[in-house]
Every structure is written in structure tokens, then in C-alpha cells.
């Protein structure tokens, strides 16, 4: 083989070997551009992460409001309950001394009827004793 024949050859491998150079620098560059679009999407995935978390933090303590709520309104509601009862007895007292202080007037109005009957018969015998101081005069 000639010289030039040598050096067409080496060209030739040069130039195939300077395609596969570039074709590698394409896909490197092409990787690249991937892995900057990775890193976008993970940089993004993280932001989203941190604001659920973030979210997550808020629900909990939420939450915890609502627990603490819901146990204050139990704790209202037994309150309640128990004010409830002190005015059923109280309701059931007071009518207790209704029906008490009731019989005592009846018992006051058959002591005054008593009375009425009694004046009546003193009016009577009053009237009777006049009348027989009257006839005594007479």
C-alpha cells in the first residue's frame, strides 16, 4: 500500500472517527438537556413535597383544633346535661310545694268554712239569747 493510500486511509478513519465523535458530543449534549430537565422536575417534586408536608402540618393542626373543640363541646354538653338535671329537680321540687302550699289552702278553706259555721251558730245563739232576755223582760 502507497503512502497516500495509508493517509487516505487514516483520513478515512479520522473522518468516521470525528462522526462518531460528534455523534457522541449529540447524544452527551442531548443527555445533558435530560438530566437538566430531571433535575427541573426533582427540584419541582421537591417544592411539591415541602408544600404538602406544609399542608399535611396545617390538616394536623387542624385537626387537633377540631379534638380540642369537639372535647370542649362534650365537656359543654355534659355541662348542660348536668344543668338540665339540677332543673328537673328543682322543677320537681317546686311542684312538690305547689301541692304542698295547695292542701294547706284547702285545709285553710275548710278551716275558714269551719269558722263561717261556727260564727253562724254564735250568730244563732246570740240571736236566741236575745230573744230569750227579750221574753224574759216581757
Do not use: A, H
Not at 2 to 25: A, F, H, Q, R, Y
Not at 53 to 66: E, F, T, W
Amino acid at each position: 500500500m502507497s503512502e497516500n493510500e495509508k493517509l487516505d486511509l487514516i483520513l478515512s478513519e479520522m473522518k468516521e472517527m470525528k462522526k462518531d465523535i460528534n455523534d457522541v458530543k449529540n447524544d452527551t449534549n442531548e443527555m445533558k438537556n435530560d438530566i437538566s430537565n430531571m433535575k427541573n422536575d426533582i427540584s419541582n417534586m421537591k417544592n411539591d413535597i415541602s408544600n404538602m408536608k406544609n399542608d399535611i402540618d396545617n390538616m394536623k393542626n387542624d385537626i387537633d383544633n377540631m379534638k380540642n373543640d369537639i372535647s370542649n363541646m362534650k365537656n359543654d354538653i355534659d355541662n348542660m346535661k348536668n344543668d338540665i338535671d339540677n332543673m328537673k329537680n328543682d322543677i320537681d321540687n317546686m311542684k312538690n310545694d305547689i301541692d304542698n302550699m295547695k292542701n294547706d289552702i284547702d285545709n285553710m278553706k275548710n278551716d275558714i268554712d269551719n269558722m263561717k259555721n261556727d260564727i253562724d251558730n254564735m250568730k244563732n245563739d246570740i240571736d236566741n239569747m236575745k230573744n230569750d232576755i227579750d221574753n224574759m223582760k216581757n
